[in-house]
């Protein structure tokens, strides 16, 4: 099976972690782009075949998204199931996991993964359904982080909960109306931040499986922040707090 993958960072980033990836790569007809050329020196030095295509054949291949010029058949990539998380943790003194709860837009999926992946997330973990799907789109946005950190998919998330507690690990689900802050919260162990879906929130069998609940401080005139900013003003509290 291939999946389609465009954008310069994605691209760049998966040709430098497994070239052996691509079948083939596509740009866009008379665009000469100083960021873009070095990269195309990169995949004719590695041996993978360069088309060259017009706009509307790219356009069409990336559905309308902005490709930046480059669109890349490649491979799938390693898809991480529910078994897969204790190899994962295994070994690790102080496991950071991030756990999205209906996060829908693939949008927001891929600048979740950059912040994971900024703030040193071991793995992102979603649940099977009602989540978006790690496309193109995603993957464009993620700017590379996609191919970096390990998005594990779980048929049942209360369950997978359970067990990281197993594992003393401390889930931490984030409310509007929980009682205190991130900031007034400790998060030096091992800790999963569950974030809820825009609107929404957790599910209600999420937040029960929560060992803490926490709000982000709002002095605004907005109630409340897209899932990837708040998203990542979480995750780097908890880096502070780590000293990471």
């Known amino acids: 099976m291939s ?3 465009y954008g310069i960072h994605a691209v760049q980033s998966l040709l430098e972690r497994d070239p052996q990836r691509f079948i083939e790569v596509f740009i866009l007809k008379g665009r000469e782009d100083r960021r873009l050329q070095p990269l195309i020196q990169e995949i004719e030095q ?4 360069v088309q060259v295509a017009n706009r509307q054949w790219l356009d069409n291949k990336a559905e309308g998204a902005v490709h930046q010029g480059i669109i890349a058949r490649v491979e799938e990539g390693r898809q991480y199931q529910e078994n897969d998380l204790p ?3 295994e070994g690790l003194e102080k496991p950071f996991l991030l756990v999205l709860d209906g996060v829908t837009d693939p949008h927001n999926l891929g600048a979740c993964l950059r912040s994971a992946d900024a703030a040193g997330v071991h793995a992102v973990i979603v649940p099977r359904d009602r989540s978006a799907q790690l496309n193109a789109t995603a993957k464009k946005v ?4 996609a191919e970096t950190v390990p998005l594990i998919r779980v048929t049942n998330l209360a369950r997978t909960l359970r067990y990281l507690q197993e594992q003393n690990v401390w889930i931490v689900g984030t409310a509007g109306e929980a009682d205190h802050t991130l900031y007034q919260t400790k998060f030096t162990g091992p800790v999963a931040l569950v974030m809820g879906a825009e609107g929404e929130g957790m ?3 999420t937040r029960e499986h929560c060992d803490e609940l926490i709000s982000i401080p709002m002095v605004g005139s907005v109630s409340s922040l897209n899932v990837s900013v708040a998203t990542g003003i979480c995750l780097f509290e ?4 780590r000293g990471e």
């Open 3 to 5: 999946e389609i993958i």
């Open 46 to 49: 590695n041996g993978i075949s």
């Open 87 to 89: 190899g994962l943790i």
């Open 142 to 145: 993620a700017s590379g982080a």
């Open 203 to 205: 599910r209600r069998l």
């Open 238 to 241: 908890i880096v502070r707090q």
